[in-house]
Structures are given as structure tokens and as C-alpha cells.
């Protein structure tokens, strides 16, 4: 869940639109005091409009769904907490840079598929529209196409017009 | 805006804990605001993180997980 409430941070939507807490059944005060807080918390951030994140929340799904991301969450405590054949283990602090840096990898990559998807353009545009740099843009542009997820189509001029190809 | 805005929160609760403790908030009448629409699930465990964001496509303000 911290995965997510990083991620939810990085798309702009923030991790005050989600929490988790631990009520016990015995605890009928403290859960009416968790949903109090939370719902006025809510009430202040104001109505949530899916259609304005679009664009940020279909890749922060692609991202949860990644396998990279996937892999490295289920793994989260066979590698801070066990070790392997080679007596190594991982830091939890270390995992935590691991995993903030996947996050960040895979979301800007997702987002890049995501604006493609919307017809041909330009590095150029797709880097105005997701505010990232074009060289990172190109990078990803050229990791999508060795997947088979985007192709050219079509020319500005002589500067290439990219497109998501359907999985 | 005339009319207050009124929040529509997803949770999760789970089946042995929260959903219990919800379960008990009502018995004992205790006050809590009605934004809140519960799923019940048999573990907190079983709340994947694409559900949150689901909920918040769906048109949910924020989801609350508890258990």
C-alpha cells in the first residue's frame, strides 16, 4: 500500500485520497472515529473528477499491473526478510529505493503509452503533454517499440509521429 | 455551489475485523458519517492495489481499506 501511495503521489492525485487502518472487531468507537476523520479529510480535498486524471490513472493502473511491479511486491518480504542460497538479503531501505525507482520507471513509461494511444504524435508533443523530458520520451519510445507496443506512423516533415500498437 | 458537498468513499472492510467493528458501531448506535459505501471482503489481505484505483475511475472521491 505505500506502493500505492507513492504512486498516487507521482500522478498527482495524492495519498490522502486512500488509507488503511486497523480496527479490530472490538473497536466499534475506533472505526467510527477512522471514517469521521476520513470522510472530513475527503470533504476538504474536494469531489475527485476521473474524466480531469484520465490520462494519469489509466497508467498508474498499467503500472500496478506491470509485471516488473508485480514481481517485486510479492517479493517484498522473501527479500527484506529471508535470505537466499548466498546468504544475501536486501536492506528495507534498499528495497524501498528499489521499488520507489521501478515505480517511477514504469508509470513514466505507461504514461507515454497512454498519450500515444490517443492517435500519432510527436516526441516533441508528448513530451509537452506529460511534462517529461525528450530525451526520457525517446527512451521510452524506443523500449515500447522493441515490445511491439508502438510504431511510426506517419511524418511531420521528416520527424517521425509515434502510435500505440494494440497489445 | 449551493448544496455541500458530500464525499462518496469506497472501503473495503474486512470480514473478521473492521466489518466487525462497523457491525459493532451500529449495535452500540454510535454516529458516523454516511459517506461511505462497504465492500466486505473475507481478508484485508485480498484488497489488491488496482482496486483502489478502479474505485477512484468508477467515480469514488477516495477508498478507505480497513481490517
Request: hydrophobic letters at 40%; one cysteine or more; a negative charge.
Amino acid at each position: 500500500m505505500e506502493a500505492v501511495e507513492y504512486l498516487l503521489d507521482l500522478a498527482g492525485i495524492g495519498r490522502k485520497r486512500m488509507k488503511l487502518c486497523w480496527v479490530s472487531a472490538a473497536e466499534g468507537q475506533l472505526f467510527v472515529d477512522y471514517v469521521t476523520q476520513f470522510s472530513e479529510q475527503t470533504q476538504e480535498l474536494g469531489p475527485f473528477s476521473p474524466d480531469e486524471f484520465k490520462v494519469p490513472l489509466a497508467a498508474v493502473e498499467q503500472t500496478l499491473d506491470s509485471p516488473r511491479i508485480r514481481w517485486l511486491l510479492g517479493m517484498s518480504r522473501q527479500l527484506t526478510e529471508r535470505e537466499n542460497v548466498y546468504h544475501e538479503k536486501v536492506d528495507p531501505e534498499e528495497y524501498k529505493g528499489l521499488l520507489h525507482e521501478a515505480i517511477e520507471e514504469e508509470y513514466e513509461k505507461a504514461m507515454v503509452l497512454e498519450v500515444i494511444k490517443e492517435g500519432p504524435q510527436l516526441v516533441r508533443e508528448i513530451s509537452g503533454r506529460i511534462g517529461l523530458p525528450k530525451p526520457r520520451v525517446s527512451f521510452w519510445i524506443s523500449q515500447l517499440r522493441n515490445t511491439g507496443q508502438a510504431a511510426i506512423e506517419g511524418y511531420d516533415k521528416t520527424t517521425p509521429k509515434f502510435v500505440a500498437l494494440a497489445a | 455551489m449551493s448544496e455541500a458537498f458530500e464525499p462518496k468513499i469506497l472501503a473495503f472492510l474486512c470480514n473478521w475485523c473492521a466489518y466487525a467493528g462497523a457491525d459493532l458501531a451500529g449495535v452500540s448506535r454510535l454516529q458516523y458519517p454516511p459517506a461511505i459505501r462497504v465492500v466486505r471482503v473475507m481478508c484485508s489481505g485480498r484488497v489488491d492495489p488496482l482496486f483502489v484505483v478502479k474505485g477512484l475511475k468508477n467515480g469514488f472521491d477516495s477508498v478507505f481499506v480497513s481490517g
